[in-house]
Structures are given as structure tokens and as C-alpha cells.
T-cell receptor
């Protein structure tokens, strides 16, 4: 199956700093990428949808200025957590769609963020 | 808006036995996809099975099969000959049918934690 890679897989940062997480589709072009957040023992919560070359669409309640999403190319989307605080500590997962209208979505391995 | 409900927070089964995980959903869409994803302790999301709503035949993938009841909006997952490696969180998910060249978001249920006991 298609491969989606997330980097870093885990990151620890100090409160007030910014952290960037990358999501790459390695063997296909992803017209759409999705970013999810998952708290321990909970389900995945969609944060935003990004389409290549356009602004991300954020879900209600997600702070656009805190979670900056950029989808600059058909193989790369980035999530930047700005001025991170301990409550931003979570597991972040991206998924990418090849845009074939087939319902296919491929998930990255996830990134665990810990803010001290 | 679509919703997905998984009413069993936790389930357990003995190795080699069969277990069924329940999922119901609510939508006004007529064409959509339904999925079961597995999330083992590694947290990597793994697609178990996918069902297209316009197909009446239930999807199967080796030991995994679904019972798709469109009128009842029910989509249960049956795991036969359970193996220790099946221990994981299982998420039921809904996606409305994408438009040409696009993709739609997945709406997830809250998940069922399945433990396979030796």
C-alpha cells in the first residue's frame, strides 16, 4: 500500500516554543491531507483539512493561529504548533488522500508531542 | 452531520474464537464509504476493511468480514479465528463519497478496545 511518513515521531519541547511536524506522501501525490489529534484512550479528532495550494479548512473549535497548517506541495503538509503549552501535548496523526475519489486514505505513523 | 457510534468500549475474546464488534451510524447521504481501522499499541492506523454503501455484498478480508445493513445503518465487524495480534483498538469510520478528484474526511466512532486472550 501507499506510504505516508510523519516526522518527527516524537518531540519534547519547552512551553512557549513552536514545533513543526511534517507529513509526507512518499509514493503518491496527495491532493488532500488531514490532521488529527488523539488524546490517550480516545478517538481521533479531526483538526483540519488541507488541500494543496490553498488555505486549510479548520474544524470548529480548533485555533487557526495556534495550529498552522501548510500544504505547499502535493507530497508535503506541515503542522506547526505555535507557542506550545502543556495542554497541547498530544498524539498528532496525518492522513493523505491520492484524490481518486475512491475513499482511500493512508495514515502516517503519528507524532507524539510533549510540552514541558 | 454524520455520527458514528460504537457502543462497546471494551471487549475480550479467547484466541481462535470469533468476536463481533458493533457500529451504527447516522447520515442523510445515500452514497458513502464505511471503514474499520485497527490501532495497535504502536498507534499506527491500519485499514482492516472498507465497504462501499452502494454495494450490497458484504466486504471480506481473510478473517475479517462485515455485516452491512444499510437500512438499519449498521456496520458490524466479525473477526474469525482471533489471534493475539488482533489485540488493538478498533475504530469504525464513515466517509461520504468524495467528489471527482477529491477526498472527504473520516468521521470516527469512539473505538472498541479488543483484547484477545491466550
Amino acid at each position: 500500500g501507499a506510504v505516508v511518513s510523519q516526522h518527527p515521531s516524537w518531540v519534547i519541547c519547552k512551553s512557549g516554543t513552536s514545533v513543526k511536524i511534517e507529513c509526507r506522501s512518499l509514493d503518491f501525490q496527495a491532493t488532500t491531507m488531514f490532521w488529527y489529534r488523539q488524546f490517550p484512550k480516545q478517538s481521533l479528532m479531526l483538526m483540519a483539512t488541507s488541500n494543496e495550494g490553498s488555505k486549510a479548512t479548520y474544524e470548529q473549535g480548533v485555533e487557526k493561529d495556534k495550529f498552522l497548517i501548510n500544504h505547499a506541495s502535493l507530497t508535503l503538509s506541515t503542522l506547526t504548533v505555535t507557542s506550545a503549552h502543556p495542554e497541547d501535548s498530544s498524539f498528532y496523526i496525518c492522513s493523505a488522500a491520492p484524490g481518486l475519489a475512491t475513499g482511500e486514505l493512508f495514515f502516517g505513523e503519528g507524532s507524539r508531542l510533549t510540552v514541558l | 452531520a454524520q455520527t458514528v457510534t460504537q457502543s462497546q468500549p471494551e471487549m475480550s475474546v479467547q484466541e481462535a474464537e470469533t468476536v463481533t464488534l458493533s457500529c451504527t451510524y447516522d447520515t442523510s447521504e445515500s452514497n458513502y464509504y464505511l471503514f474499520w481501522y485497527k490501532q495497535p499499541p504502536s498507534r499506527q492506523m491500519i485499514l482492516v476493511i472498507r465497504q462501499e454503501a452502494y454495494k450490497q455484498q458484504n466486504a471480506t478480508e481473510n478473517r475479517f468480514s462485515v455485516n452491512f445493513q444499510k437500512a438499519a445503518k449498521s456496520f458490524s465487524l466479525k473477526i474469525s479465528d482471533s489471534q493475539l495480534g488482533d489485540t488493538a483498538m478498533y475504530f469504525c469510520a464513515f466517509m461520504k463519497h468524495p467528489t471527482q478528484g477529491g477526498s472527504e474526511k473520516l468521521v470516527f466512532g469512539k473505538g472498541t478496545k479488543l483484547t484477545v486472550n491466550p
